[in-house]
């Protein structure tokens, strides 16, 4: 296969790069750089089959073809990034999401949307299954990244229905793993970068919220099946495996063997309650659950920031 991945110099775009290219097939990457890291791919820029192009899928994407897939994970997807750009965030879920479905129109190609848990807003169903429509606020300081991907979830299967194109959505919970910037800030990132050096970590409201939390290599299984099948979803990605997030605090202290205590802050505005995935769609479509269990998953992310003193020093 030959693959355009948008976000590709992203997070998880790097690691589904990664991973298509261990498998012999060609891709672009193309990415503006706006949040997403060059030293992501660098190891991949002489690789036979890879190709990065530098490029704001919103304004304009001029890639060679043919193409047999399009993955479009082009988003800023933490807080502090979208809250920095929302219009940015908001053209991306729009224009850009437009012009990446036009490329797979223009080459018949397989296209997969990351979407987000985020479409659920604060859930008053629990777990999140795929037909819930959620609890968003429209108008929220979240509302550029919770609205950008429902407008794009519509536009794919706008596409999908007038255009005939082979969509597909994936909807992704919490992910974590090597490569998150250390100023990311959420809740993985943060405890992480708070244990490691000693500062009290941030807990908002009272810690009884949970979260679900998926290690990056599961979720890139998840999107190559996606990829390389038909089902047109949405289908929810993400480890089932709930935790408070005190408890989750507490795992974090645990592996870090770290002394730092913790410090309960105001919930933010519109921030979740309870966020876990219900994955039976998944499982039985794709085949697919998550197999690392979040001690390991964290174990591994510790490694990785411990490896990173000086960036992680720079948070002050």
Known sequence: ?????????????????????????????????????????????????????????????????????????????????????????????????????????????????????EVYGDPAMHPQQESYWGNVNPIGPRSVYDEAKRFAEALTFAWRRSRAVNTGIIRIFNTYGPRMSAADGRIVTNFI??????????????????????YVEDLVVGILRMLDGTEPGPINLGNPEEFTVADFATLVLEL?????????????????????PDISAATRLLGWHPTISAKEGVRHTVDWFRSRPDEIASLG
Request: proline content about 6%; overall charge negative; some cysteine.
């Open 1 to 117: 296969m030959r693959t355009l991945v948008t976000g590709g110099a992203g997070f998880i775009g790097s690691h589904l790069c990664d991973a298509l290219i261990a498998r012999g097939d060609e891709v672009v990457c193309a990415d503006n750089l706006s949040t997403g890291r060059m030293e992501n791919i660098a190891h991949l820029l002489d690789r036979p089959g890879f190709k990065f192009v530098q490029a704001d899928v919103s304004a304009e994407l001029e890639v060679t073809g043919p193409f047999d897939a399009v993955a479009h994970l082009a988003s800023p997807a933490s807080p502090p990034h979208y809250l920095r750009l929302p219009l940015e965030t908001l053209a991306v879920g729009s224009k850009g999401t437009e012009n990446a479905l036009r490329v797979a129109h223009q080459h018949g190609a397989r296209f997969v949307l990351a979407s987000t848990s």
């Open 193 to 214: 970068t708070q244990a490691l050096t000693g500062r009290s970590l941030t807990v908002y409201g009272d810690g009884s919220q949970t979260r679900s939390f998926c």
């Open 256 to 276: 870090t063997a770290s002394g730092s205590a913790i410090e309960f802050r105001p919930l933010p505005a519109d921030d979740p309650t309870r966020r876990c």
